[in-house]
């Protein structure tokens, strides 16, 4: 049987020599797909100015090569925000800032701003500590967010916790926070909604009463070398079995953590039919290769691949968030742990590649997204009306560790 190969993040199976459509069924709710891969060995690498660097400098407003500056720059800011993280008693957290090329880090104790200026990041003073922050944002995820609550995160920079609302909703939310240090609220119409599309059309579907349509997200393996792909949990709801294009099997759902704040999902994967190549399609015609999983600061670049909005890029900003995902029937999911970030996502990327660099990061979660056609289906990312895009993954590393996966890479 000829070999097939499903890309790492991001990955939508083509069959060689096989002409395929996308089955035309209606949309339900918004989800994530998978990229091309090329047949028997996959889609060669290109080089990084091609693709990753090139979709920088396009998203973020660079020239190629102050794109490929700010992705040195970015690396060498997170070693030393990283080394400082572990030393420093009043640690307030830390991001990138591309004004300086360097890492800000913040301290509450005057006496430390030397130690970080001696290693040439940025110094900033300033009220709460991370750890107080992070207690103050473990508050709110005890209690019961009341529905006009959408998310609450971290926002390292100012040095608060976020708590975002629907228009109208404000008195609500702070009754929810009253008590809880260092909270500020801030009103959004956007709605967050997983991406996943729930009606077939691209990468891998889903078998099943609801059937539908996810990208693939990294590839990787159990200790004893079974191959595995990582997706998002809530794909799951289409059904257990998974097909690539062409309806040829790719494997089955074996681990699915959706519900229980979650989302992320393990599928199985036919050794004899497909070929995991560690790597994240860039839709176009080439790939960036996987070496590692370290995580990105905020305010370093991300890119997101998707089989909706294909490769789209821009900065994390802001980690540990709490996001409520409204349902059809009007209840509520909330997932916790996501990181936030601006790339465009929309519905049919759910489950798909984020990386930085080099490095994987997650499996796309969710956005906020609007209903752009008036159709009564919020499917558009914020983006495209002129607003700083929202979105979500979870990050790969959880995913890893809770199925004790080892991440493909090359």
């Not at 030393?87 to 509450?108: H, K, Y």
């Not at 670049?301 to 709490?322: F, H, I, Q, Y």
Request: glycine share 12%; charged share 20%.
């Amino acid at each position: 049987m000829k070999r097939r190969s499903v890309t790492g993040l991001l990955a939508v199976t083509v069959l060689a020599g096989l002409a395929v459509g996308a089955p035309a069924t209606a949309a339900a709710s918004a989800g994530p797909t998978a990229a091309p891969a090329r047949a028997a060995g996959g889609a060669a690498p290109l080089a990084h100015a091609s693709s990753l660097v090139t979709a920088l400098a396009r998203d973020l407003g660079l020239s190629v090569a102050q794109a490929a500056t700010r992705l040195s720059q970015e690396r060498r800011a997170e070693r030393i925000a990283g080394d400082l993280r572990a030393r420093l008693v009043s640690f307030a957290g830390s991001w990138f800032d591309p004004a300086t090329g360097s890492a800000v880090v913040g301290v509450t104790e005057p006496a430390e701003a030397e130690t970080v200026r001696a290693t040439g990041a940025t110094p900033r003073l300033l009220r709460h500590t991370a750890s107080a922050l992070t207690a103050a944002k473990a508050e709110l995820d005890a209690r019961q967010a009341p529905p006009e609550v959408t998310s609450f995160h971290v926002d390292e920079p100012g040095n608060r916790v976020v708590v975002t609302v629907l228009p109208g909703g404000r008195a609500a939310a702070e009754r929810f926070a009253a008590g809880t240090q260092a909270v500020q609220v801030v009103e959004s119409a956007a709605a967050p909604a997983t991406t996943g599309d729930l009606a077939g059309g691209g990468a891998i579907y889903m078998s099943g009463a609801a059937g539908g349509r996810c990208s693939a997200g990294f590839t990787a393996h159990t200790a004893d070398g079974q191959p595995r792909l990582l997706t998002a949990g809530h794909c799951a709801d289409g059904g257990s079995l998974v097909n690539g294009l062409g309806n040829v099997k790719i494997g089955e759902f074996s681990r699915v953590n959706w519900k229980d704040q979650n989302d992320f999902a393990e599928v199985t994967v036919e050794p004899a039919a497909w070929t995991l190549l560690p790597q994240v399609s860039t839709h176009d015609g080439g790939a960036v290769t996987i070496k590692g999983a370290d995580r990105a600061a905020v305010g370093a670049s991300l890119c997101k691949s998707g089989s909706t909005s294909k490769w789209t890029c821009g900065v994390v900003t802001a980690r540990d968030v709490t996001v409520k995902y409204g349902q059809i029937d009007g209840s509520t999911i909330t997932v916790r742990g996501l990181v936030q970030h601006n790339a465009c996502v929309e519905p049919g990327d759910s489950g798909g590649s984020n990386v930085s660099g080099d490095q994987a990061q997650g499996i796309t979660s969710g956005a906020k997204l609007y209903d752009a056609n008036g159709d009564g289906r919020n499917d558009s990312c914020l983006a495209k009306r002129g607003e700083e895009s929202v979105s979500w993954y979870q990050p790969v590393d959880e995913a890893l560790a809770t199925y004790r996966l080892t991440l493909a890479t090359g």
